[in-house]
């Protein structure tokens, strides 16, 4: 039977509001109804409601935890009564790219995703009689939400929302970009270039893999700061000075085993790209324009037998990763607490997006709101 809800909804261009008509329909036979616990606001729900191609009225969020209510006939994945992070990135399983274990690689989401559908090409949300639409296939800027069920990844019971909340998107593509993507080596030197959710994690994917020096690499001096506590040996202020000579100097004369660019800057890729030793990988996590151009230096390319590859969702399986990740919390080995900015609620949503127009607010972590 059809749920009337609270959530936080993109109602034009850069307008959000919140309200508490928005009804929810049943699940269907692949699909879960879950009540959310906690939600995390990302940048890329700032770039969501300021995209001229976003359908609206859209219930928006994509980074979640709930706890499971209702599931369909068919669904596999999970039970009533299971806490699960939410994937925003469901896959089908079956084609080539799922077949070979690339989970990540998967384009079944894609389609639905952009039209703010679920994955039927349908939607289970309407205000006042009218379609209302899914953002990023789970809608977590709600009191409850139905999602794909490859979408639900159970995780222990004692994990709090708010921390398993932030698994879903920003932590687990910096873990994996560091674990999964880049397979960094115990022993190796790192440089990750940019600190925000996703770069801060890549520094504790890293510390985890072994890494035995890790270069935090940003603008801003603050986030430097915090990137020791995450596990950073070394930190440099990118804003000037040549970067490529300064990570070579801390690293023996020949530059890192491995750089993680997460700032979707070209440039900036490039410069991770130089910082590198022979036999080096760069991963690029961040977006770059799709106008961009990445120049690299061309002189003895074949010599250097360098790896560049980009990285979707850090190579994360959700199924396998998410619960890992819940699971190195527990054990007091991942630090999910910290990257916690400030607990709000959902009225109070506009705070975050405020935050990220402002140059000097703290971008490392997450503003979670609770239900």
Same mark, same amino acid.
Request: net charge negative.
């Given at each position: 039977m059809p749920i009337t809800i609270k959530a936080a909804v993109m109602t034009g261009i850069g307008k959000i509001e919140v309200l508490d008509t928005v009804l929810l329909a049943d699940p269907t036979s692949t699909e879960v109804l879950v009540k959310i616990g906690a939600t995390a606001v990302c940048h890329s729900d700032l770039n969501t409601i300021m995209d001229e191609t976003s359908p609206v009225p859209q219930v928006l969020g994509h980074e979640g935890a709930g706890t499971v209510v209702a599931i369909g006939d068919n669904v596999t994945t999970c039970k009533v009564g299971d806490k699960v992070a939410l994937s925003w990135v469901p896959y089908c399983g079956t084609c080539a790219y799922c077949a070979s274990g690339k989970v990540h690689l998967c384009e079944a989401a894609? /389609?639905?995703?952009?039209?703010?559908? +679920?994955?039927? /090409?349908?939607?289970? +949300?309407?205000?006042?009689?009218?379609?209302?639409?899914?953002?990023? +296939?789970?809608?977590?800027? @709600?009191?409850?939400?139905?999602?794909?069920?490859?979408?639900?990844?159970?995780?222990?019971?004692?994990?709090?929302?708010?921390? @398993?909340?932030?698994i879903g998107c920003g932590v687990a593509t910096g873990f994996g970009a560091a674990v999964r993507a880049a397979k960094v080596d115990p022993g190796s030197t790192v440089a990750v270039f940019g600190l925000g959710g996703v770069g801060i994690n890549a520094i504790q994917g890293a510390r985890l893999a072994g890494a035995r020096t890790i270069i935090a690499c940003d603008i801003k001096d603050k986030n430097l700061d915090e990137a020791r506590h995450f596990g950073a040996t070394h930190t440099l202020n990118t804003g000037a000075g040549d970067v490529p000579a300064a990570i070579k100097n801390l690293t023996d004369g020949l530059g890192v085993d491995f750089a993680i660019d997460c700032t979707g800057n070209t440039k900036v890729g490039s410069l991770a790209w130089q910082s590198t030793r022979k036999g080096a990988t760069t991963v690029v996590v961040g977006a770059y324009p799709a106008n961009g151009e990445l120049i690299l230096p061309s002189g003895g390319f074949h010599r250097m037998a360098k790896i560049l590859r980009g990285t979707f969702y850090g190579d994360v399986n959700p199924m396998r990763d998410f619960r890992l990740i819940a699971e190195l919390y527990l054990q007091g080995k991942y630090d999910l607490d910290s990257l916690v900015i400030d607990r709000i609620k959902l009225e109070d949503v506009h705070s975050a997006f405020d935050a990220f127009q402002d140059p000097n607010a703290n971008n490392v972590g997450r503003y979670v709101i609770e239900f």
């Open positions: 894609f /389609g639905p995703m952009f039209a703010g559908t +679920l994955m039927d /090409g349908t939607t289970r +949300l309407s205000i006042d009689g009218q379609t209302a639409y899914h953002s990023s +296939l789970i809608s977590t800027f @709600a009191e409850y939400t139905v999602v794909p069920q490859m979408s639900c990844v159970p995780i222990p019971d004692d994990m709090p929302m708010a921390q @398993a909340s932030m």
